[in-house]
């Protein structure tokens, strides 16, 4: 006994030994060694891991109470003593660890203590309490007490880290009721409680519930027909085949796992940027879902997909689909611009691990960041073990797509015609440098064109400015010739092979540096030539298609330091520096965009993060991955050197010097007199460079100088159409098309793994120990022997045989999802704060199951769903609703409500709307028809309607639901027009004739319930429901005659006015100087035009238009109410970069705020540039865009008369950025240069009218009417604006209007308008009372809000 | 002839007619007179006597600068213009300039001569001895979402329960018509940055969730206007609640069925029950003058109606109203931040104080002339404070060091300051407090501990003060 005691124990024991023989209880020494022990072994591990902390001797005392020796265990606290001796039942402690009392419950924010543990300390006390423990323990003594390994040996034995036991169903005593094994077990249980489980639930019953669980949609009609007539013995399993089978099986359970995951599309906090192409592992979970991918194989892709050996390759798509998974990595929330990065990095990598840890091991990894778990076998170092895994990964944008094999091919024909372009320029080149002279034509054009700081600037001002070219050409020298004498801290040359290889790197070229003369050719233009590059890393080298990606490796920051890139790009292609991984951008966070192909030497302040760990980034425009640009396709970066130096320390900058470099070096120091002797140097220097680039030795200079030069057009860029080197060019071009796209998904880059200091609490700022990564150490705490991360490894230990969590969790979640409560009831949470598992033993029977099974999903589900357990009916016996109120021993099927997606899908599939047939793509806006899968996961703006039906907030791990009551579902099921559309759609299909025909009455309304309620109505139910019918019937016809009445009143005194303006009209038309109007210009030809009195078609084009929400053309213009209504066009046929759009619009009221007049946007609404109204300041006009990013204040006048009168409002783009708004012809305020324009793609475009910005939300609809608008894909002049706004000989404006019409007549008008107002006030008022169009809506309308529409039994 | 016998308009008409008076429409007037009745059970057993029932957060959002507010810095004036003497931490924009000192005047107020600044001429003349001035709030978080987060639940990222939330987990809501914890807008005001999980429930069950109040809205609650007459929807509710008994035996009475059913009583009273709040008809010009509502200034005008409304949901036992600024479009304050003045500060924080000054003053007062002060928290708050230095030539960026909120009512200690920092009011020097001191304090008002106040969450007993908090005895009265 003694052996097993630790050496300080048996000191104790030694000392309490002599000391209790004084005691109160004089016991032989005999019994008092064994209830020493018993006390040694039993209660002080407990008193010292579970009570310690808040009661001891040296440290807190709550309560007054301390428990780390015998005499103040004895004392007690404040409410006096806790334990009697001897009596357990009188004792305040056990009471306490009973948790009986809502007042007194031990151990505190704990889960209670097993029942084996509480009945030791009934013994303990029971036997006297005997304790040893006669002083306070020392340090050293309690660190003893509560040494984790210890604590963690005790807590392993919690049972959901025991191994799984290979379990054998119980023998089934009645063959017939327990076939299936999980009935067995059901059974087995079920027996012991005397209780009866319930009979198996009806036909109907159990198509729906089959339906709803397994495809989360109502069966139709006709399924419920054929599956009740379906007499085959295997029919049921037929059906669970076919529904396992459909495609609506994937995007039903891939929800479940998206809550697994906290799926979102948008990372939250200030500016919620979205997550690029977060949709693409939505769709990556419903096409391994419905193809059944095994969930080790599934599990293994979300930590390491980009890892493994041998990814599964989607060939029909050209995907890798392993690598996607890894894009819930992703998920997490980052803040804006945080000042403290470390601190930041800690939050976005706890979330990372707590929700890898609690939906995949179902434990809570993260809660051990401050300090060693509570309860759990969980310590400190596991967190920061895993902490290591997770921060090697940086952030960002992978490749996913797998280009076909072909492209090998093409790459290699794509270099040996590059090969002869280069061959043939190079003689062209060396001709056309010959004949470079003075006078020649070509020269004198370049030279006019030439400024100062140009490669050719000195040879155009050598005679007329010499002086100035000279003091240049001193400058230039000191510059190339100047001494650096900065000490560089760090010192990459990106042309060196050793420095390059240091850093990390993706992409067709990024991999390695290339040489000097490394160019590339134009894809697209009349260039054929687009750079010639010198020694560096590029990204291009093949095509401006190709993806690159750079880092450098982690950089302490340990003094103040200044970054410089020398770097290169185009196509805003992006140079940065991340602190602590953060990857958005803002305020502290600087980035580089690069647009102009130019060389420069960016210089990136460090000095503010001091402390911090950076590491840079060069990347092309779509591979970041918060800032990446997914709709440039085109973009590329080169970047030669990056130096840190200590902060504002001088730099010597030599890019302007490298590119004279090579006529230095002829000139030496004297430049000659003349023009004609300095160009005989520029054209030795071009010769020579040109017979270097051939021979392959180009120095940096020459290449820089070259391409200085080509740009300078000396020499041809331009292939004359029908030559060789036109059809090369053009062979190249057409390969470089084909060329696919790189497909990117938000993912880790894995480089260079590293172990993660500990810190002391938590607290970022104090770090102690590096912890190595591994996995956690209750199952294995070897340090892992790799240079990656470490996520494929952890993943494997995930996966081990002899980890038992995860297939328990895994089983677990699917029995819950198809049950409606798990086996362990909190299936996030398999340690001691949750629920133990019903049916252990089942529980290890289904994870053996599903293990020796090839782990697949659908073969649990189909066993599950077989099992007569899950076919039982919900009928409860009395004795089961008494004796087993939570239905924990499954002796029936347990109602429950459907998820928020299940019940819009449910509206959407009954009313008919439902679109099946779309499946994957990016998101889409609540009212679209599509699947709620589907709908747009943004943090801060979250669907409204699936929010209020308890879809979780993505914030954590949420495997179960909460299924909540509060109001405003009710107000949503009965008031919102989404679901009174689904209503009004689902029998606007119902004909005319079914529904005045009273035979078919009955008929019908058995329809509508078989198809919302999966059965027939009761003959009681049907009678109700005619008699509903007839009721609201009766109501509405009433309301009806009234609107009727109205409606003609306002119908002919509109026409009265329409006459009589369009008298007037005709007589201003008329007035008008016949002549004059010749004379008009006829204004410039738009794109797109629309005449609204004329209809919706575009008169010029093929942008036709659709209203949508109450949107609508009235008195010849588009009338819009500013509460959802605007008309759409269709998608623009051509890419948009420089524009103008106008139009002819009377505001409501002036007072309004926001309201978007026409606007251009993508698809997806997040980019826009519209006329907007009273946005940023009242009553004025501005060019709105995308959170202002092109939007500055015109300064234009306050408008005053839109309200009565047509204003032309118009917008002209220009390719240089430059905005300028016109007002009726005339300049609004002032133009001003925007960051744009930017282009908006070909059928991505489109134009909207009323709104400026995607959906139909907000306060940012226009109140009021356009009468006209065009569109023009160019920047029109200010004549031909002012020509567009009155230059069309049949617009009359309101003022020429009114100035026609006599007192009589515009007393009448007056009149006239104040009478229609009046009346329409009326009926608007009846309207928005009026209900829904038809009872039968109403009838339907009803069905939806049935409770047992939304519940499945 | 029996009412199976179809189609006799007449008779079925009149049989629904009598169900109807018999049905949903009388059940639901019923239980609006029976709801003082109802309220007992849903009221969970306070920790201790309250001093106070409901909170009004008049949360100032982008960050109010307290140095030119409540915590005059007469050192700053000499200064002028001189680089900070001391270490400047790291600042959100980086873009620092030189001290800048307040551009208002400070005035010593009321009895007890507690400094407010010119920004608010109102609470300077009419509730100074009414205010509790905490100068030492610090905070961790130097962004706004962040920031907003840590305010509204105690933790920085979204997913936990607003101190809303929790307020109303622990005493429950005393009314059946309106939800427990309302957040008001007006004027187009939006939710600060973070967006609306600042007012969520987080893992506390969803009734605990803010509704969101667009007082001068159409609409003020989504989906509140029925879209027909009440005859027509009380027809249908009448007919869903038959065929719902049906269903509610099918499923053996569940009790989630039936509060399902239930619910629906709740939502159709609140078809009434929001419309007759919104409507001031029963207000006198007075009270409405006193407010502002019909002030020229259509910011302040707007403010000033959320400020009666929350008056009004205080009476009618709301426990939580937290109001929304509206962006007086200067310095960077947009939307979801507008006292966020990084440039042009003075007319920045003239306009915002102007905008809040009068409404929030005139609530206190009417508060209190009706006797509901005592009994009412009113906070006056932001995510942080402001730079003494400035941001580019007038501005000021965030500083989470130190900077001031102040309290009202609710048994706090009027008329008092608690708490300092530096001669710059840069950092805090004496007292420093939190967040979680702040919401402690106010959940002991409310009669909570707020270590006790605990919610079985991810296997953690989660609270609003985290493992944080101290209630600040010293500002008790």
Redesign the interface.
């Known amino acids: 006994m003694l052996n097993n005691l630790p050496l300080n124990s048996i000191l104790l024991w030694i000392c309490s030994l002599a000391l209790s023989l004084a005691g109160s209880f004089p016991v032989s020494a005999a019994q008092k060694a064994s209830d020493i022990e018993f006390f040694e072994s039993r209660i002080r591990p407990i008193l010292a891991q579970d009570c310690y902390e808040c009661h001891q001797s040296k440290g807190p005392q709550k309560g007054g109470l301390a428990l780390d020796h015998r005499e103040a265990l004895r004392r007690g606290g404040d409410s006096g003593p806790v334990i009697v001796p001897g009596q357990p039942g009188d004792s305040l402690l056990i009471q306490a660890i009973h948790q009986t009392s809502e007042d007194l419950q031990m151990p505190k924010?704990?889960a209670k203590l097993e029942a084996s543990v509480i009945a030791d300390f009934e013994t303990w006390i029971a036997k006297g309490a005997v304790d040893p423990r006669d002083h306070p323990p020392s340090e050293e003594e309690l660190e003893t007490d509560t040494n984790w390994e210890a604590v963690m040996e005790r807590r392993k034995q919690w049972w959901s880290f025991q191994p799984i036991k290979t379990v054998d169903a119980p023998y089934p005593p009645d063959a017939t009721r327990r076939k299936h094994p999980v009935d067995a077990f059901i059974a087995d249980k079920l027996e012991a409680t005397g209780l009866e489980p319930s009979e198996e639930a009806g036909g109907e019953t159990l198509i729906r519930r089959l339906s709803l669980i397994l495809r989360g949609l109502p069966p139709s009609p006709e399924e419920i027909e054929t599956f009740l007539a379906d007499q085959r013995p295997n029919a049921y399993v037929d059906w669970v085949d076919t529904f396992l089978n459909s495609p609506q099986f994937g995007e039903r359970w891939a929800r479940h796992w998206m809550d697994w995951v906290r799926y979102a599309e948008s990372h939250?906090?200030?500016?919620?940027p979205m997550i690029p192409n977060a949709w693409l592992y939505r769709d990556y979970l419903i096409r391994s879902l419905n193809n059944d991918v095994p969930y080790d194989q599934l599990l293994l892709e979300h930590l390491a997909g980009d890892l493994i050996p041998n990814p599964r390759i989607n060939e029909t798509l050209g995907l890798n689909e392993s690598a996607i998974g890894t894009a819930q990595l992703r998920m997490v929330?980052h803040?804006?611009?945080?000042?403290?990065a470390l601190?930041e990095q800690v939050?976005f990598t706890d979330?990372q691990i707590?929700v890898v840890s609690?939906a995949f091991q179902g434990?809570?990894v993260s809660?051990a960041r401050c300090h060693d778990h509570?309860?759990?076998p969980i310590s400190q170092k596991d967190f920061y073990a895993w902490y290591g895994i997770m921060a090697s990964g940086r952030p960002a944008m992978i490749q996913v797509n797998v280009p076909p094999t072909s492209e090998a091919d093409l790459r290699v024909k794509m270099k040996a015609l590059k090969a002869s372009i280069k061959e043939e320029l190079i003689a062209t080149w060396m001709i056309e440098t010959e004949q470079l002279n003075p006078d020649s034509d070509v020269l004198m054009e370049a030279l006019k064109q030439s400024k100062k700081g140009d490669v050719l600037w000195p040879l155009s001002a050598i005679e007329t400015d010499r002086k100035e070219v000279l003091e240049a050409w001193k400058a230039l020298l000191e510059q190339a010739n100047g001494a650096e004498t900065t000490k560089r801290v760090h010192d990459w040359n990106l042309a060196d092979h050793s420095d390059a290889s240091k850093w990390f790197a993706e992409g067709p070229s990024a991999t390695r540096p290339a040489h000097s003369g490394t160019w590339t050719l134009a894809p697209e233009g009349k260039s054929i030539v687009q750079n010639i590059l010198p020694s560096g890393t590029y990204s291009h080298l093949m095509s401006t298609k190709d993806r690159g990606l750079l880092h450098s490796p982690r950089i302490q920051l340990d003094q103040p330091y200044d970054l410089w890139l020398l770097v290169n790009g185009d196509g805003n292609a992006l140079a940065r520096y991340a602190v602590q991984n953060y990857p958005r951008d803002g305020?502290?966070y600087p980035v580089e965009r690069m647009n102009g192909s130019r060389w420069h030497w960016r210089k990136f302040p460090l000095d503010?993060w001091k402390g911090d760990q950076i590491h840079i980034e060069v990347t092309t425009a779509a591979d970041q991955p918060v800032l990446a640009r997914l709709n440039q396709t085109r973009s590329w970066f080169g970047i030669r050197n990056a130096v840190i130096v200590p902060s504002n320390t001088p730099f010597n900058n030599r890019v302007a010097a490298e590119t004279f470099q090579p006529i230095l070096a002829e000139t030496k120091v004297d430049l000659p007199e003349s023009q004609s002797a300095l160009l005989a140097i520029y054209r030795k220097s071009i010769f020579k460079s040109l017979t270097a680039w051939k021979n392959k030795h180009l120095t940096n200079a020459q290449a820089v100088f070259l391409d200085a030069i080509l740009k300078s057009k000396i020499l041809t860029n331009q292939a004359q159409a029908g030559t060789s080197l036109a059809k090369k060019l053009e062979r190249w071009r057409r390969f470089e098309e084909h060329l696919a796209t790189p497909m990117r998904s938000p993912g880790q880059f894995e480089t260079e793994g590293f172990d993660q200091v500990l810190f002391d609490r938590g607290d970022h700022k104090k770090p102690l120990d590096v912890v190595p990564r591994r996995f956690l150490e209750f199952l294995d705490n070897e340090p892992y022997q790799t240079k990656s991360s470490g996520r494929l490894e952890l993943a494997q230990d995930m996966l081990r045989d002899d980890n038992p969590l995860t297939t328990r969790v895994i089983v677990n979640r699917i029995w819950h999802h198809l049950f409606g409560k798990g086996i362990v009831a909190t299936p996030?949470?398999f340690?001691?704060?949750?629920l133990p598992p019903t049916h252990p033993e089942l529980l290890d029977y289904l994870a053996g199951h599903f293990k020796n099974n090839g782990w697949s999903i659908k073969n649990i589900i189909r066993f599950l769903v077989t099992s007569e357990t899950w076919k039982r009916s919900?009928?409860?016996s009395d004795l089961a609703?008494a004796s087993d109120p939570d239905n924990q021993l499954w002796s029936h099927y347990s109602?429950?409500?459907l998820e928020a997606e299940a019940i819009r899908d449910s509206l959407l599939a009954v009313s008919g709307k439902l679109d099946l047939d779309t499946m994957y793509g990016s998101p889409v806006n609540g009212n679209s028809p599509r699947r709620s899968v589907y709908l747009r996961v943004k943090?801060?703006?979250?669907d409204?309607f699936l929010t209020l039906f308890?879809a979780p907030?993505?914030?954590?791990t949420r495997g179960r639901r909460?299924?909540?009551?509060?109001?405003?579902?009710?107000?949503?099921m009965?008031?919102?027009p989404f679901v009174?559309d689904c209503a009004e759609q689902w029998v606007a299909q119902l004909t005319e004739k079914d529904l005045s025909n009273?035979q078919s009455v009955r008929h019908q309304i058995q329809s509508l319930f078989l198809q919302a309620l999966g059965r027939y109505p009761?003959l009681t139910?049907t009678?109700?429901?005619?008699?509903?019918l007839?009721?609201?019937h009766?109501?509405?016809e009433s309301?009806a005659a009234k609107v009727q009445t109205l409606s003609e009143r306002v119908m002919e005194v509109e026409s009265a006015l329409n006459q009589l303006e369009e008298t007037a009209r005709n007589r201003v038309k008329q007035s008008r100087d016949q002549d004059q109007l010749k004379a008009a210009v006829s204004g410039p030809t738009p794109l797109a035009s629309w005449t609204f009195s004329a209809g919706l078609e575009d008169e010029v084009g093929s942008l036709d238009l659709e209203l949508l929400g109450e949107a609508k053309l009235e008195g010849g213009a588009l009338k819009l109410n500013g509460?959802g209504s605007y008309a759409r066009s269709k998608p623009l046929p051509k890419d948009i970069k420089e524009k103008t759009m106008e139009a002819w619009v009377q505001l409501d009221d002036l007072n309004q705020?926001g309201g978007g007049v026409m606007s251009l946007q993508d698809q997806s609404g997040t980019i826009f540039d519209a006329i907007v109204y009273g946005e940023?300041?009242s009553k004025k006009w501005l060019a709105g865009s995308n959170v202002f990013a092109r939007t500055q204040d015109l300064r234009g006048e306050v408008e005053t008369d839109a309200q009565k009168e047509w204003v032309h409002v118009a917008l002209r783009y220009q390719v240089d950025g430059t905005i300028t708004a016109y007002r009726n012809g005339v300049q609004y305020g002032k133009p001003y240069r925007s960051d744009g324009p930017i282009t908006f793609g070909a059928n991505n475009g489109h134009l909207l009218f009323g709104n400026r910005h995607g959906s139909p939300s907000g306060?940012r609809l226009l109140k009021g009417q356009i009468a006209k608008a065009r569109f023009y894909d160019r920047a029109l002049s200010s004549e031909e604006i002012r020509a567009s706004f009155d230059g069309d000989p049949n617009f009359v404006s309101q003022k020429e209007l009114l100035a026609a019409l006599n007192e009589a007549e515009l007393s009448k008008r007056n009149r006239w308008i104040s009478q229609i107002a009046t009346t329409r006030a009326q009926l608007e008022n009846i309207r928005?009372?009026?209900?829904?169009s038809h009872a039968w809506a109403?009838l339907s309308?009803?069905i939806f809000?049935?409770?047992?529409f939304?519940?499945v039994? | 002839m029996s009412?199976?016998h179809?189609?006799n308009?007449m008779i079925?008409?009149r049989?629904?007619l009598a169900k109807c008076s018999s049905g949903f429409g009388l059940m639901a007037f019923s239980a609006l007179r029976s709801r003082e009745l109802n309220a007992a059970p849903m009221a969970p057993k306070p920790h201790y006597q309250a001093k106070a029932k409901n909170v009004i957060l008049c949360y100032m959002s982008g960050g109010f600068s307290h140095i030119d507010t409540f915590d005059p810095k007469p050192k700053l004036k000499s200064l002028a213009g001189k680089p900070m003497p001391v270490n400047i931490?790291?600042?959100?924009?980086?873009n620092n300039g030189n001290i800048f000192p307040c551009p208002f005047e400070f005035k010593r107020c009321g009895q007890s001569g507690i400094d407010i600044s010119s920004m608010f001429p109102k609470l300077q003349d009419w509730c100074a001895d009414d205010l509790t001035v905490i100068r030492s709030m610090t905070s961790?978080?130097?962004?706004?979402?962040?920031g907003n987060f840590s305010f509204h639940t105690g933790f920085?990222?979204?997913?936990?329960p607003s101190a809303g939330a929790w307020i109303n987990y622990g005493l429950g809501n005393l009314n059946h018509n309106m939800?427990g914890y309302v957040v008001l807008q007006s004027g187009?005001a939006v939710p600060p940055?973070?967006?609306?999980?600042l007012f969520?429930n987080?893992f506390l069950?969803?009734?605990h969730?803010a509704?969101i109040l667009k007082v001068d809205a159409?609409e003020a609650?989504?989906?509140?206007?029925?879209?027909?007459?009440d005859?027509?929807?009380q027809?249908?509710l009448n007919?869903?609640e038959?065929?719902?008994q049906?269903?509610?035996k099918?499923?053996?009475h569940?009790t989630?069925?039936e509060?399902?059913?239930?619910?629906?009583e709740?939502?159709?009273r609140?078809?009434t029950a929001v419309p007759e709040l919104v409507d001031l008809k029963g207000e006198t010009e007075a009270t409405k003058k006193l407010y502002g509502v019909d002030d020229p200034h259509p910011q302040k005008a707007a403010y000033a109606l959320q400020c009666l409304m929350a008056r009004r949901l205080v009476e009618r036992g709301v426990r939580f109203v937290e109001l929304s600024c509206l962006t007086e479009?200067i310095g960077a304050g947009g939307a979801?931040n507008p006292w966020d003045q990084h440039g042009d500060l003075e007319r920045g924080h003239g306009a915002m104080g102007n905008q809040v000054d009068q409404p929030i003053a005139a609530m206190l007062v009417d508060l209190k002339r009706r006797g509901l002060l005592d009994e009412t928290i009113v906070i006056f708050a932001g995510e942080f404070g402001r730079t003494p230095f400035s941001q580019g030539s007038n501005g000021r960026d965030h500083n989470p060091f130190g900077f001031s909120v102040w309290l009202a009512g609710g048994g706090f200690k009027g008329g008092s300051i608690y708490g300092a920092t530096d001669e710059f009011g840069y950092h805090v020097t004496d007292k420093p407090c939190d967040v979680y001191d702040l919401w402690a304090t106010v959940l002991h008002q409310l009669g909570i501990n707020h270590e006790e106040h605990?919610y079985?969450y991810?296997?953690?007993?989660v609270r609003l003060t985290d493992v944080h908090g101290n209630v600040l005895k010293d500002i008790i009265s």
């Open positions: 924010s704990g939250g906090s200030e500016g919620d929330f803040g804006f611009a945080p000042t403290d601190d939050r979330d707590n609690k434990i809570t809660c509570k309860f759990e305020t502290v503010y996030d949470n340690g001691k704060l949750g919900s009928d409860t609703a109602v429950r409500r943090r801060n703006d979250l409204p308890d907030v993505p914030a954590s909460d299924a909540t009551n509060v109001p405003g579902q009710s107000l949503s009965l008031n919102d009174i009273a009761s139910e009678i109700q429901a005619e008699q509903f007839k009721t609201m009766d109501l509405k309301t509460r705020r940023q300041a306060n928005s009372k009026q209900g829904l109403d309308h009803a809000n049935l409770k047992e939304i519940y039994r | 009412d199976n179809l189609p308009p079925s008409r049989s629904m931490e790291r600042t959100q924009f980086n961790k978080l130097n962004e706004h979402a962040q920085p990222f979204i997913g936990h939800p187009g940055h973070g967006g609306v999980g969520s987080g069950p969803a009734h969730q509704s159409r609650v989504a989906n509140i206007v029925p879209r027909e007459v005859k027509q929807q027809t249908r007919f869903i038959t065929l719902d049906t269903f509610l099918q499923s053996n569940s989630q069925v509060a399902a059913i239930r619910n629906y709740t939502a159709y609140m078809q479009n979801a605990t079985l991810a296997g953690r007993n």
